[in-house]
């Protein structure tokens, strides 16, 4: 049997991964000269397996006229002349409610348990500061952290273990919050969370990969598929590559390819920011940290001299732009400073990548209706998180194995 998979970034590679260990001969097809130059790239590099709820729930609506009118916001609406923005946006408001936002949690927390039993194996021997050193997530209010409070009741139910800590208690997890103290009343602990350099995860991946025989094609931009006599074909150029099955694991740009072969993939690029601010002698936070205030994400990378934190946010609803606006970076650094006391200095690396996000939060995995051609796309906010689960998923689909959880959630309708 003979795969393609289309794009090199995290759900790519993990995809590759487990169609080689299939026996499959796999090939790689990236239109970027090197691996995770998506949004793979630079992303908040946390493995969040216990905050899989989606952005789509019942509160959104009453925030989202004050989000979208305040200039400091991290949520930014552009209205495009594009009837597939607002197809989404209106598909996102009507999953703005309890029945589908903890239908959606409960599904999103089996494929993330698949992913954290799955993770430590697949990290194994790859240098990557892969680090299990929990995660501490703030809330700036009573009525947040209330909210919190059930959304961890409702989840305890589902297997996760966390708990509710006062602002004293999350200060003395995290001293390096001593600062931030009068922003903040609570916050929920996760002691199962982990933290990773996801680009460069998917670097060494691809190497490992390369060494075991996987064809990695960059430079290979992929225009269109065809299905002739029964076999999807992709093309390259002129090139016509055939495979028993093709994957499109290529992001936020899986939607336009799709389309060549009449599916409808409800995907819309999230574009988000991110900094990387050197630990330069400074104290570190010890555990990632997401500060709901701001909505920004710490996550503490590495050991030594590579000591760095990772610093994450904003969610822009404006098509493909690539440009970096020096305001984005400065919030970024800005919110370094006051929420963990760290000075940022020296080169900060900012980045921008965009989030493949379906309406509901859920990534579409597994078959299509067309023949041979399958999906791993759509994880949103969490495609580092949902990788390992994601992948296994849809290979079992290529494979025809049953799933270890229930994929039907994830299905194309
Ligand atoms: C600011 C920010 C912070 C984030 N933080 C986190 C986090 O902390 N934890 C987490 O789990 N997730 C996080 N995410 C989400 C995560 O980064 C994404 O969900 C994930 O990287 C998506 O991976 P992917 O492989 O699907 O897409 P990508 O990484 O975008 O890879 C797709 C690849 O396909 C290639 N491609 C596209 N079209 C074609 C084509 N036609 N032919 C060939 N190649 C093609 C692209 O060049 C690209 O390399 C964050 C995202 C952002 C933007």
């Not at 601010?277 to 997401?290: E, N, W």
């Not at 020296?346 to 051609?373: I, K, N, Q, S």
Request: hydrophobic share 45%; glycine share 10%.
């Amino acid at each position: 049997m003979r795969a393609i998979v289309v794009g090199g970034g995290v759900a790519g590679l993990v995809t590759a991964h487990d169609l080689a260990a299939e026996g499959i001969a796999v090939t790689v097809l990236e239109r970027e000269e090197a691996v995770a130059r998506g949004a793979s790239g630079g992303n908040g590099a946390q493995l969040s397996y216990s905050y899989v709820a989606p952005l789509a729930e019942p509160s959104v609506l009453g925030k989202l006229p004050t989000l979208l009118a305040d200039p400091a916001s991290p949520l930014k609406f552009r209205l495009q002349l594009d009837p597939r923005q607002w197809r989404w946006g209106l598909a996102f408001l009507a999953a703005c409610n309890l029945d589908t936002a903890r239908a959606t949690t409960a599904a999103l927390l089996r494929l993330s348990f698949l992913s954290r039993a799955r993770m430590p194996q697949l990290v194994a021997g790859i240098d990557c500061d892969y680090a299990v050193n929990g995660k501490l997530v703030v809330y700036p209010d009573a009525a947040s952290l209330a909210q919190a409070k059930a959304q961890m009741e409702f989840q305890a139910t589902l297997g996760c273990a966390q708990r509710l800590l006062s602002r004293d208690e999350c200060i003395e997890r995290e001293p390096a919050l001593a600062g931030y103290a009068q922003h903040f009343v609570g916050g929920v602990w996760t002691a199962s969370e982990a933290a990773a350099d996801c680009g460069l995860f998917c670097e060494r991946l691809a190497q490992r990969l390369s060494a075991r025989g996987v064809a990695l094609r960059f430079g290979a931009e992929v225009a269109r598929l065809e299905v002739r006599a029964g076999r999807p074909h992709v093309y390259v150029g002129r090139e016509a590559l055939a495979a028993d099955a093709v994957v499109l694991a290529n992001g936020s740009a899986a939607p336009k390819l799709a389309r060549s072969v009449g599916l409808d993939l409800p995907i819309y690029p999230l574009k988000g920011y991110s900094i990387t601010v050197p630990a330069d002698g400074q104290r570190l936070p010890a555990c990632s940290i997401t500060d709901t205030r701001r909505k920004v994400v710490f996550a503490p990378l590495g050991r030594g001299k590579r000591r760095r934190v990772r610093v994450a946010g904003f969610v822009e609803m404006a098509g493909h732009d690539r440009s970096i606006p020096p305001a984005r970076i400065a919030a970024l650094a800005a919110a370094t400073r006051e929420v963990i006391g760290l000075e940022p200095r020296g080169e900060l690396a900012p980045w921008c990548g965009f989030r493949p996000a379906t309406p509901t939060g859920l990534p579409l995995l597994g078959a299509t209706r067309v023949p041979g051609v399958f999906l791993n796309v759509g994880q949103g906010a969490l495609g580092f998180t949902l990788a390992a689960g994601s992948a296994r998923v849809a290979v079992d689909a290529i494979v025809g194995r049953e799933p270890p959880i229930d994929a039907r959630p994830f299905g194309l309708r």
